[in-house]
């Protein structure tokens, strides 16, 4: 059973930045993407970032191009979340999630992700 642990949430004011770490453990490839997504109160979970473990593109939502970056480091089974110019409505929940997706349109949709990490909370003041 993969386990997925997010870390490196915290508090920060607005143009802060923040690294939010996920590693994977045991490691397996039967999945070929891993995402980050985040949830705040009263809202629904929403996709904020995805990348392949293999080969493919990688994806944003549009309310985090040019702010955040995702990246996969293999040999290490881990992914990152690198979030700058951090903003208020970026405060969330966010998740750590990896899942076997086979269409593009799908990359970002909580739904067909089947494991999830436990969360970490990112909190940004104004």
């Known amino acids: 059973q993969v386990q997925l642990v997010e870390s490196g949430g915290g508090s920060v004011q607005a143009g802060g930045s923040l690294r939010l770490t996920c590693v994977a453990s045991?490691?397996?490839?039967?999945?070929?993407?891993m995402a980050w997504f985040r949830q705040a109160p009263g809202k629904e979970r929403e996709g904020v970032a995805s990348?392949?473990?293999?080969?493919?593109?990688?994806v944003y939502a549009d309310s985090v191009k040019g702010r955040f970056t995702i990246s996969h480091d293999k040999p290490e089974n881990t992914v990152y979340l690198d979030m700058n110019s951090l903003k208020p409505e970026d405060t969330a929940m966010y998740y750590c999630?990896?899942?076997?997706?086979?269409?593009?349109?799908?990359?970002?949709?909580?739904?067909?992700?089947?494991?999830w990490g436990q969360g970490t909370q990112v909190t940004v003041s104004s």
């Open positions: 990348i392949p473990t293999t080969s493919g593109s990688t």
């Open positions: 999630a990896a899942g076997q997706i086979p269409l593009v349109i799908w990359y970002l949709l909580p739904n067909k992700y089947n494991i």
């Open positions: 045991p490691y397996t490839d039967s999945r070929n993407r």
